[in-house]
T-cell receptor, first 116, second 110 residues
């Protein structure tokens, strides 16, 4: 049973370019969460999505960041006009079903974004 | 909102010793508390979790205790081995997300 898949594993972008990060949840999971991890820090919640719905984006910066989880295909975290401060590891997690947020979240290997 | 404090930030033990990591949380509505292990360059891996209707849970060398009144929970690793060396994160649930502590770097020397 494949785990959470993320690609690319490493992404290098120049300032002003766009970054697209993809996440395929575990088989059967319909809930996806994105987290950001800065060096020497814990993980910070960004957004929680179900298929075709954004449930909670309270952790997402208001500008340049967007996320989607279409009916078909992976979830996408999109960062427009990247800046050096966007350099971080971005992790996706998935869960089976939502029961007051007590579901186990399983994490992918992450995408390490470097902005030059 | 929820805030999670984790201590210590670094912990060095000899192989065979026990290691204890402690976390406190602020939101009394939180009811799920997982612990993750993260090795260098990898994603967090769930090692054990506990829900608010339970005070203690054990899985081989790993145990977690929860004190809801005091709003703190702890991870206990017994008979530590070099392969236990990693960064450990505690987390507490909100309605839609996990709020993580800043992590504890555990080093087990042989």
């Amino acid at each position: 049973n494949a785990g959470v898949m993320q690609n690319p594993r490493h992404l290098v972008r120049r300032r002003g370019q766009e970054a697209r990060l993809r996440c395929s949840p575990m088989k059967g999971h319909s809930h996806v969460y994105w987290y950001r991890q800065l060096p020497e820090e814990g993980l910070k919640f960004m957004v929680y999505l179900q298929k075709e719905n954004i449930i909670d984006e309270s952790g997402m910066p208001k500008e340049r960041f967007s996320a989607e989880f279409p009916k078909e295909g992976p979830s996408i975290l999109r960062i427009q006009q990247v800046v050096r401060g966007d350099s971080a590891a971005y992790f996706c997690a998935s869960s089976l079903l939502q029961r007051g947020s007590t579901d186990t979240q399983y994490f992918g290997p992450g995408t390490r974004l470097t902005v030059l | 909102g929820e805030n999670v404090e984790q201590h210590p930030s670094t912990l060095s033990v000899q192989e065979g010793d026990s290691a204890v990591i402690k976390c406190t949380y602020s939101d009394s509505a939180s009811n799920y508390f997982p612990w993750y292990k993260q090795e260098l360059g990898k994603g967090p891996q769930l090692i054990i979790d506990i829900r608010s209707n339970v005070g203690e849970k054990k899985d081989q060398r790993i145990a977690v205790t929860l004190n809801k009144t005091a709003k703190h929970f702890s991870l206990h690793i017994t008979e530590t081995q070099p392969e236990d060396s990693a960064v450990y994160f505690c987390a507490a649930s909100t309605k839609t997300a996990l709020i993580f502590g800043k992590g504890t770097t555990l080093s087990v020397s042989s």
